[in-house]
């Protein structure tokens, strides 16, 4: 289903993805390629991709799934089997991109790593997402989330500046700006490739993709003196009912934080007269602001004040105050899929918006092998007799629930 209601082309129509990953980032990745027109095929084994199993299903399929995998098409293959691997290839050599995230040697082992892929399809831009990358002492080591933010300082920057324990990001930061990395650099192999004719294998580590985002790194890497918990994001003060979030710093934007707070004094108090004087004193001016906020009954208000001040604030909403806010509805970020039980749900929205091309959730989440013989047949002229052949050897299974 397309959320566009012109018939405007999508950016990346005619191009085709294997998509070999499952999970997160690279499912993350292959997502947005579909949503903005790539035709992704998700080659899956037997055992089903494990995202299929969190969380609640309904009809069959879970919400994490069809969440990340909507508009895609499935083949379910069998890759123990020589033949599954042979059959595997074949697609490769029929797309212009191909993603995977397992470790560095799996898909080798497999036979169906860049050397031999690449050869049979020269202009094949394989992307492998892997936790540490292929020239990495750590290539071999499984890597989750998790395991990335506590490598690249991202735990321990949140440890500092909360003033606790160590705990770990709600967000799986560490797989979606890896899927976001990967999709950016297949889309600048793809413009290359446009030049020059050839393919291109990309090595995209989590580690890198999240170390590549700490726009803190200056304190360590410009070694003129200072600390990464000098860096403000926003501050989070509570009202007497909920919490609004500033993350205008007091160091820059005292003067309006003054005249708002009505405290004219404090401008010229030579304690915070100027922005070097300020900036050491971050936990004081802290309280200062704090203090205000906590004067007003309601979050909204506080809000209200601040933003006729012309100061950037918020009010810390849930994630389904967020899900179900206006400006959600506004920007169209949730849209309807089938749900493939009869109904719909709803799921996140693809946040291209462009002037005349279209991009967004244009199809439902794949059963397991639902496309085997559409697939097969089209791009690799498989006839009836074969395809009888495969599913009755198992390298060619599906589990599409029974109707009703």
């Keep these: 289903m397309s959320t566009s209601t012109k018939a405007a082309p999508y950016p990346l129509a005619g191009i085709r993805v294997a998509d070999f990953s499952h999970v997160l980032a690279g499912p993350f990745c292959t997502r947005i390629l579909c949503d903005l027109g790539a035709e992704v095929i998700k080659i899956e084994t037997p055992e ?234 971050l936990r004081e001016l802290e309280g200062i602001v704090g203090e205000w906020v906590q004067s007003f009954a309601c979050a909204a208000d506080a809000v209200a004040a601040l933003h006729k001040a012309g100061v950037a604030a918020a009010k810390v909403l849930t994630l389904s105050q967020a899900l179900a806010s206006e400006q959600t509805r506004a920007r169209a970020m949730t849209v309807q899929c089938d749900d493939r039980s009869g109904g719909t749900s709803a799921v996140l929205n693809s946040p291209y918006r462009f002037s005349s091309a279209s991009a967004g959730v244009h199809g439902r989440a794949p059963f397991r092998g639902e496309d085997n013989r559409a697939v097969l047949t089209k791009l690799l002229g498989v006839d009836e007799h074969e395809l009888r052949g495969l599913e009755e050897s198992g390298v060619l299974s599906s589990r599409i629930p029974a109707a009703g």
């Design 48 to 281: 089903g991709d494990i995202s299929r199993r969190l969380g609640r299903r309904r009809g069959g399929m879970s919400g994490y799934y069809m969440q990340q995998n909507c508009g895609k098409l499935n083949v379910s293959l069998d890759l123990k089997r020589a033949e599954g691997r042979a059959l595997a290839a074949r697609l490769a050599g029929a797309c212009d991109v191909l993603v995977e995230n397992f470790r560095p040697g799996v898909m080798d082992a497999l036979g169906l790593g860049e050397g031999p892929l690449r050869e049979a399809n020269q202009g094949l831009i394989y992307c492998s997402i892997s936790g540490f990358g292929h020239s990495s002492p750590l290539r071999s080591q499984r890597a989750f989330a998790g395991v990335v933010h506590a490598a690249t300082g991202l735990l321990h920057r949140q440890a500092e500046a909360w003033g606790h324990e160590p705990e770990d990001s709600v967000l799986a930061v560490g797989d979606t700006v890896t899927g976001l990395q990967a999709a950016i650099a297949i889309l600048a192999a793809l413009q290359l490739r446009e030049r020059t004719g050839c393919g291109q294998f990309i090595d995209m580590a989590m580690h890198d993709a999240l170390l590549a985002i700490q726009e803190a790194a200056n304190f360590t890497l410009f070694d003129e003196g200072g600390s990464d918990t000098d860096f403000l994001c926003a501050w989070v003060h509570r009202c007497k009912d909920e919490y609004v979030v500033i993350p205008a710093d007091p160091r820059a934007y005292w003067s309006e934080l003054t005249r708002v707070m009505g405290r004219p004094e404090l401008r010229t108090d030579p304690r915070f007269d100027t922005y070097e004087k300020r900036a050491p004193r």
